[in-house]
């Protein structure tokens, strides 16, 4: 398990150093897919809540560095994500294309009322609903999906446990 949690941390972070390097230059509304918050679903979902808590942990702490934000929001967004991916390990079979994109899709909805909830509790800057920018990271997480899955299937054994 520490193997899984180590590998998909590194992976996640080389990810957060991509988008905020690379992809902060080619947005679409002021948005780029959350690449991180896909590779977290991925491992929660191969691994289980354990696993997707503490990598949501480890990666949130880093990111929250990385970003403006208050240091420990991205944490406990992606801890939440990551148990939530979790339970939902083994209850459908992760198929090539409708899965990832349903697992990203969902993970982004969840992130955007997670930190909606946060910002009505202290003074956090949150998604609106009517902004093209939660559209686009949205429509991007959803269709970079498939692709990210795919590429993460390659390191299979360096992510997912064996007997997975």
């Not at 991205?74 to 990551?82: E, H, K, Y």
């Not at 003074?123 to 970079?144: G, M």
């Amino acid at each position: 398990m520490v193997k899984n949690i180590v590998w998909t941390t590194v992976f996640i972070l080389i990810a957060s150093l991509i988008e905020s390097a690379l992809l902060s230059r080619l947005t679409l509304n002021h948005a780029k897919p959350d690449l991180a918050l896909g590779i977290l679903v991925y491992s929660a979902y191969a691994n289980g809540t354990m696993t997707g808590q503490l990598t949501g942990f480890i990666s949130g702490i880093f990111i929250d560095f990385l970003s403006r934000a208050p240091l420990g929001l991205n944490a406990l967004v992606r801890v939440i994500i990551g148990a939530a991916g979790g339970l939902i390990r083994s209850s459908f079979f992760l198929g090539r294309v409708l899965l990832p994109m349903a697992l990203c899709a969902s993970a982004t909805i969840l992130k955007a009322l997670l930190i909606f909830l946060l910002h009505l509790l202290f003074e956090v800057p949150a998604y609106s609903l009517w902004d093209p920018r939660f559209w686009s990271e949205l429509l991007l997480n959803t269709a970079s999906a498939p692709f990210l899955f795919g590429f993460l299937q390659l390191f299979k054994p360096l992510l997912v446990r064996r007997g997975n």
